[in-house]
């Protein structure tokens, strides 16, 4: 049996980017949080079989101790907007029918209130996506451009694109301020513009002044990794990120993590490395279990392909004897995605309103649209909701 050593990047490795952030557990005292050690390891585990079974002992181990620290404040998710994504990525080139060429995705924010391990009343924003930055990541702008030549591309737009809030909205919305927020963060940073949230002291292509930030004083929580990849991005990346994002950005306005980290009782962020290399997963304790918000699936057909009724995606699970089908436009490291998903699948409780599937909520979202039949999700939690959201606990 193979052994865990260490996988959290060290100070020996090329880091071109957030290498003068501060590591370890002095940093993350700082902010409330901890480290995870029972995942210490796991991701260099060999041969990988080995390493599979590592991630799983891993997170069923660190399930028990998370569940008996406690369970968030409160919970909401609010539906920000609908933006197109190719069925070919979805379910890794499983579906096996003649389909649309597009999807719709529906992007939630959620907001989390907690106590961190220093007892300080903490609010944290997951996914606040700001729509006008995304759609200039190449893959979008591109896109664009296409519809805009194609005969009836407005119609395509129409039917495609949707948005409901914006994140500033769903403060508003939830009688909160910009001042109420401690912490913002993301799974990952494709398609996503941390000018349009930290603010810049550049101006925006396009606009007439620097960005303000949007959330005051909140730092991001982002793995080093991701951070790194933003800043030397890999043609295999490119299309995915938003180049020039950290123009003007202060840096001291990210908080860099390593790896597993928790927050405070009820909440963590997991590293689930493989759609890329800094992909976190946030997770939470709540009076109706554990709960995973991730975009390593659209869908819950993504992480319970025997159960999904999309032509092509049960049968990926039969013939390959895979127990995940993955969000796949990039597989970064397909072999790393699949573990992630596993992570996230083991700590993940049962929907009390139909057990057969776990409570994982996609942070982005298969839009459950009869326009896309027959792809369209199995089945949909439709967001999450707990307790009462509180303005000025700061």
Same mark, same amino acid.
């Given at each position: 049996?193979?052994?865990?050593?260490?996988?959290?990047?060290?100070?020996?490795?090329?880091r071109?980017?957030?290498?003068?952030?501060?590591?370890?557990?002095?940093?993350?005292?700082?902010?409330?949080?901890? /480290?995870?050690?029972e995942f210490?390891?796991?991701?260099?585990?060999?041969?990988r079989?080995?390493r599979?079974?590592? $991630?799983?002992?891993?997170?069923?181990?660190y399930?028990?101790?998370?569940?008996?620290q406690?369970?968030?404040?409160?919970?909401?998710? =609010?539906?920000?907007?609908?933006?197109?994504?190719?069925?070919? &990525?979805?379910?890794h080139?499983?579906?096996?029918?003649?389909?649309?060429?597009?999807i719709?995705?529906?992007?939630?924010?959620?907001?989390?209130? &907690?106590?961190?391990?220093?007892?300080?009343?903490?609010?944290l $924003? !997951?996914?606040?996506t700001?729509?006008?930055?995304?759609?200039?990541? /190449?893959?979008?702008?591109?896109?664009r451009?296409?519809?805009?030549?194609?005969p009836?591309?407005?119609?395509?737009?129409?039917?495609?694109v949707?948005?409901?809030?914006?994140?500033?909205?769903?403060?508003?919305?939830?009688?909160?301020?910009?001042a109420?927020?401690?912490? %913002?963060?993301?799974?990952?940073?494709?398609?996503?513009? /941390?000018?349009?949230i930290?603010?810049?002291?550049?101006v925006?292509e396009?606009?007439?002044?620097?960005?303000?930030?949007?959330?005051?004083?909140?730092?991001?929580? $982002?793995?080093?990794?991701?951070?790194?990849?933003?800043?030397?991005?890999?043609?295999?990346?490119?299309?995915?990120?938003?180049?020039?994002g950290?123009?003007?950005?202060?840096?001291?306005?990210?908080?860099?993590?390593?790896?597993?980290?928790?927050?405070?009782p009820?909440?963590?962020?997991?590293?689930?490395?493989?759609?890329?290399?800094?992909?976190h997963?946030?997770l939470?304790?709540?009076?109706?279990?554990?709960?995973?918000?991730?975009?390593?699936?659209?869908?819950?057909?993504?992480?319970? /392909?025997?159960?999904?009724?999309?032509?092509?995606?049960?049968?990926?699970?039969?013939? !390959?004897?895979?127990?995940? %089908?993955p969000?796949?436009?990039?597989?970064?490291?397909?072999?790393?995605? &699949?573990?992630?998903?596993?992570?996230e699948?083991? +700590?993940?409780d049962?929907?009390?309103?139909?057990?057969?599937? +776990?409570?994982?909520?996609?942070?982005?979202?298969?839009?459950?649209?009869?326009?896309?039949?027959p =792809?369209?999700?199995? &089945?949909?939690h439709?967001?999450?909701?707990?307790?009462?959201?509180?303005?000025?606990?700061?």
């Amino acid at each position: 049996m193979a052994t865990p050593g260490t996988d959290r990047p060290t100070g020996s490795e090329h880091r071109p980017a957030g290498a003068d952030h501060p590591t370890g557990t002095e940093h993350l005292t700082a902010i409330g949080a901890r /480290p995870i050690p029972e995942f210490d390891g796991v991701h260099e585990v060999w041969p990988r079989g080995e390493r599979l079974r590592a $991630v799983r002992a891993a997170a069923a181990a660190y399930k028990e101790r998370f569940t008996a620290q406690g369970q968030v404040r409160a919970v909401r998710s =609010v539906d920000i907007a609908a933006a197109p994504y190719p069925v070919k &990525y979805a379910f890794h080139n499983a579906v096996s029918v003649p389909t649309l060429p597009l999807i719709s995705m529906i992007n939630r924010m959620i907001v989390v209130q &907690y106590e961190d391990f220093d007892g300080r009343a903490r609010t944290l $924003v !997951f996914e606040p996506t700001v729509p006008d930055g995304s759609a200039e990541a /190449p893959f979008y702008r591109n896109l664009r451009r296409l519809t805009d030549r194609v005969p009836g591309g407005g119609l395509i737009e129409r039917a495609i694109v949707r948005y409901y809030a914006q994140p500033g909205d769903v403060l508003r919305q939830l009688k909160l301020t910009p001042a109420d927020i401690d912490f %913002c963060t993301f799974d990952h940073l494709h398609v996503q513009d /941390p000018r349009m949230i930290l603010g810049s002291t550049e101006v925006v292509e396009g606009e007439t002044a620097p960005r303000a930030p949007l959330f005051g004083e909140a730092r991001m929580l $982002v793995q080093r990794r991701e951070l790194a990849t933003l800043e030397s991005l890999h043609p295999m990346q490119w299309a995915w990120y938003v180049e020039g994002g950290l123009g003007g950005v202060d840096r001291e306005r990210f908080a860099v993590l390593d790896g597993d980290v928790e927050l405070g009782p009820g909440v963590a962020l997991l590293w689930t490395p493989g759609h890329t290399d800094g992909n976190h997963s946030l997770l939470l304790n709540t009076p109706d279990g554990v709960w995973v918000s991730s975009e390593n699936g659209i869908a819950l057909d993504n992480w319970q /392909p025997e159960l999904s009724r999309i032509p092509g995606v049960r049968r990926y699970h039969e013939e !390959f004897g895979r127990e995940i %089908c993955p969000n796949a436009n990039t597989l970064e490291d397909s072999l790393d995605q &699949y573990d992630s998903m596993v992570k996230e699948k083991t +700590l993940a409780d049962r929907c009390a309103a139909d057990p057969r599937w +776990l409570q994982i909520l996609p942070s982005t979202e298969l839009a459950p649209w009869k326009r896309f039949w027959p =792809v369209v999700p199995t &089945y949909v939690h439709g967001g999450i909701s707990y307790g009462e959201i509180q303005g000025g606990r700061r």
